[in-house]
């Protein structure tokens, strides 16, 4: 009979001790925290930042398709500011997507952060749960639980109390399986945040960019009303003086490489030691740092939209006045003309295999025609901003101009050449 009673206690000390273990492990499970409900209010905050993102970049669209076609069509100068004013608003637009951009990343991080500290607080809770569930079961498994399962009087009994043990342990197994599952999660979080990070800091890199590019404009509308004192007249005759400008220049150039061609060939008929020539064998690399984008201006090769009223044989790059221009290839300096004033300045480098590269409207000039340069030597600062120097007879703001031509002066496509990126907007 006191055999029998010591049975019955083990019995349920060991359901006591299951229930007690489950529950314990269920409470993991089904414990809220109020800073997850915080986390939701974040993502409703991101939510209501992109529908104004969305909203904001449709307008930016509309914009970019009007500016396209009001940019085919400037041939007066009241076109050419109105043309102007819709890239000040098309920047002023772009700022404020940038800015609503910056302020969703900023609240991603705090959720980020916010679900990092509550997967780390929740791992711990589950490694101090489960460690204090082992060390239980650990002290009763000899006295106890193997005790009872042993001196079990019937199969109906041994059923009963290895049913709770089974569910012990998969209670176990099914939480030990959940932190794994959190540690994988934890990580891919502070992944996520360091690349939202990143994203944070290019974010309002690009920003700066932006205001720099609308004063730009700013300026350019200014320069441009006063160069042309708000004439027409005036307006057409800058038009035209840069038309001829850009010819003389190409032609200048062409004459140049060609003389120096003819000179070679002389002396090597003559046996007499010629200049040291260098020919570029590498192909070509953008010729600025932070990589080729087409200008917001317009610019791109033969860009119809280009509406200066001649043919735009090369690309326009945006450029912040004052940066630094390399050498797309190795070659020797053709011309380096600094004007010395708003006149345009100009570099072409012939890279001796039948190609040659010009860089136009150059604040600042480091070579000197005969140089030999390799690829990406800086050769001078980009400028373009109307009226400073280098910037040539009538432009519409920073950039760089990048032309590739053959030794006849014929203009080559540098999309075939360079990784180009579309305008920003």
């Not at 204090?132 to 079961?137: P, T």
């Amino acid at each position: 009979m006191k055999k029998l009673k010591n049975k019955m206690r083990l019995l349920r000390r060991v359901t006591a001790k299951g229930i007690m273990v489950i529950f314990a492990l269920s409470l993991i499970v089904a414990n809220v925290n109020p800073k997850l409900v915080m986390a939701d209010e974040l993502s409703d905050q991101i939510n209501s930042k992109k529908q104004e993102i969305s909203a904001v970049n449709k307008r930016i669209t509309e914009l970019k398709n009007q500016l396209s076609q009001t940019q085919k069509e400037i041939s007066s100068l009241n076109a050419q500011l109105a043309s102007i004013d819709s890239r000040i608003e098309l920047v002023q637009l772009q700022i404020q997507a940038t800015q609503m951009e910056i302020e969703k990343n900023t609240v991603e991080i705090e959720k980020t952060e916010l679900e990092i500290e509550e997967k780390e607080k929740e791992i711990a809770r589950q490694k101090e749960l489960i460690n204090n569930v082992i060390k239980g079961l650990y002290k009763e498994k000899d006295t106890s639980i193997l005790a009872v399962i042993i001196g079990s009087s019937s199969f109906s009994e041994m059923i009963t109390r290895t049913e709770y043990l089974t569910r012990i342990r998969t209670s176990l197994k099914e939480n030990m399986n959940k932190m794994e599952i959190l540690k994988k999660e934890l990580e891919d979080k502070k992944e996520e945040l360091d690349k939202t990070k990143q994203s944070l800091e290019d974010l309002k890199k690009q920003k700066e960019e932006e205001e720099v590019t609308l004063e730009d404009q700013k300026y350019a509308k200014a320069k441009i009303i006063e160069m042309t004192r708000g004439q027409e007249s005036e307006y057409q005759s800058k038009l035209a003086q840069a038309n001829a400008e850009e010819q003389s220049i190409n032609a200048e150039i062409t004459r140049l490489v060609q003389e120096q061609a003819r000179r070679k060939r002389a002396e090597t008929v003559e046996g007499r030691p010629g200049r040291e020539t260098v020919v570029n064998t590498g192909g070509f690399i953008c010729p600025l740092a932070g990589g080729c984008r087409v200008s917001i201006t317009g610019g791109d090769f033969m860009d119809p939209a280009y509406g200066m009223g001649f043919p735009h044989t090369g690309v326009d790059f945006a450029a912040g006045q004052g940066t630094p221009v390399m050498a797309a290839g190795a070659g020797t300096i053709v011309i380096a003309r600094d004007s010395g004033g708003p006149g345009l300045s100009y570099i072409a480098i012939d890279h001796g295999n039948g190609l040659i590269t010009k860089y136009l409207h150059m604040s600042a000039i480091y070579v000197s025609s005969g140089d030999i340069v390799n690829a990406g030597e800086v050769i001078g600062l980009s400028g373009g901003a109307p009226g400073t120097r280098g910037a040539g007879i009538f432009t519409t703001g920073a950039h760089l101009h990048f032309e590739i031509n053959d030794y006849n002066g014929n203009a080559i496509n540098p999309h075939g050449y360079l990784k180009i990126a579309p305008p920003l907007y």
